[in-house]
């Protein structure tokens, strides 16, 4: 047991009314560092509810997950906060950008949220301006998210996931609303970001999606019913 993620018997009860739902139902799952895993299953299996407690953004009802080889339930708010800036990038569907605000300071923003020493202006500008040259968007940092394409945005918004050095990605439906072209291009990015030891963790209901993935969980009412590695994964780059 020493991979990046290592969840066990991992629960989750939501109250609705009256009656409980389990999002999670008892969930065993160890991810190593470097892999690139994709989450399928129908709406309502639990996809989004693992991903909140995988990314610390929640706290599950029952069994235990280390993350790093910490032990994040027993955290609190502070602490998990903490560990999600050290650790974790999120790239959402919807981008999630500050609107009028530049793509190098939307980049900039979570170097803000630092623990510790404030880092100075210059150095956030100079940070967040390598992390758009690495997703090819150099010479658009002054340009504002309306200005930009989905494709675009979806770079800037990779870019920002990426600005801590995380050790994981996990994103949720990150290729949702765009069209096919430009989520083989954000496909192969993550598939460059993966190749560079960054590991991921990305929900998608497209088969094609997840075939750039090099293993496939299958969920389905809230438990793990399928694990299965993809020993030849699509490789996007090959494809543009
Ligand atoms: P998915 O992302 O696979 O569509 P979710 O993880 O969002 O599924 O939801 C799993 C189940 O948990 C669903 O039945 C959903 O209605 C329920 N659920 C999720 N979040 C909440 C919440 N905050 N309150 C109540 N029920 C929830
Ligand atoms: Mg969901």
Known sequence: MNGLIEVTGLRKLFHLGGSEVAALAGIDVSIARGDFVA??????SGKSTFMNMVGCL????????????EDVAAMDEDARADLRNRLLGFVFQSF???PRTTALDNVALPLLYRRGTAMPATERRARAAQRLNEVGLAERGHHQPSQLSGGQQQRVAIARALVNDPALLLADEPTGALDSRTSVEIMALFQALNQRGITI???????????????KLLFRDGRLVSDERNPAPRRAADEL
């Open 201 to 215: 963790v990305l929900v998608t209901h497209e088969p094609d999606i997840a075939a750039y993935a090099s293993r």
């Open 39 to 44: 989450v399928m299953g129908p709406s309502g």
């Open 96 to 98: 999630n950008l500050l």
């Open 58 to 69: 929640d706290s599950p009802t029952g069994g235990s997950y280390r993350l790093d080889g």
